[in-house]
């Protein structure tokens, strides 16, 4: 039967411009950025080989390096070939990603019913998705699978925005999540510290009430 899995690449890689390039260990937050806490490690290329390129549909003078980093990942992880990724402001090129990972999206949900997902906006949803998948006799999953799996091109996926939104995630006091406040969830840094060394429910549970306690706390302003 097909199987996937969630894969977590750390890495971290920053093209600007098309000119520079900013390959290392840090993240984009203070604990990296401050330059008092973490230590990290980079290099910054600023290649001197310029080449004619194209940005914001008028001719760019961009560095080789940056230019060919930024190309080739685009082309690996979009499905995309290369004059489809020259301009990455133009408006031809995000049209072509959001419709890629749209399809890519549709095609994870059939097959695996991955979450989170956009179209699970209570957990009631949620149960009937995975449910539907695993119902499914192995002869008819695995049709599916064969027809479906050739048109995913890339790896891009859309983002949940909705997921969970119409459900009540306000934690039991017999959680013990809830002896902690409301903003040890909304902020980026302790969340995803904490996703590394808890079970998949939980992740999925912290992650979904983040997403409330947020949505909560505009309403309030």
Not at 81 to 106: C, I, M, Q, Y
Not at 119 to 126: K, P
Not at 156 to 176: A, G, I, R, Y
Request: glycine share 4%; net charge neutral; hydrophobic share 40%.
């Amino acid at each position: 039967m097909p199987l996937t899995e969630m894969i977590y690449v750390h890495s971290k890689a920053f093209v600007i411009d098309d000119r520079y390039a900013l390959i290392g260990s840090a993240n984009v937050n203070d604990r990296s950025m401050l330059g008092y806490r973490d230590s990290e490690l980079a290099v910054v290329i600023e290649d001197e080989d310029k080449i004619d390129s194209v940005m914001g549909g008028k001719i760019y003078k961009a560095s080789r390096f940056a230019y060919e980093l930024r190309t080739k990942l685009m082309m690996e992880h979009f499905g995309m070939v290369e004059g489809e990724v020259r301009d990455p402001v133009s408006k031809s090129f995000w049209k072509a990603l959001l419709e890629r990972a749209h399809r890519n999206t549709e095609i994870y949900r059939e097959i695996f019913a991955c979450d989170p997902d956009d179209a699970a906006r209570t957990v009631a949803e949620l149960r009937k998705l995975r449910e539907e998948v695993r119902r499914r006799p192995q002869r008819e999953q695995l049709t599916i699978y064969h027809q479906l799996k050739d048109e995913i091109k890339g790896h891009v996926v859309e983002w949940p925005t909705h997921f969970m939104e119409n459900e009540d995630l306000t934690l039991s006091w017999t959680q013990l999540e809830s002896l902690l406040p409301q903003e040890t969830y909304l902020c980026p840094i302790i969340l995803f510290l904490s996703l590394i060394h808890i079970s998949e429910p939980t992740r999925l549970g912290m992650i979904s009430y983040a997403v409330f306690c947020l949505k909560k706390k505009k309403k309030k302003k």
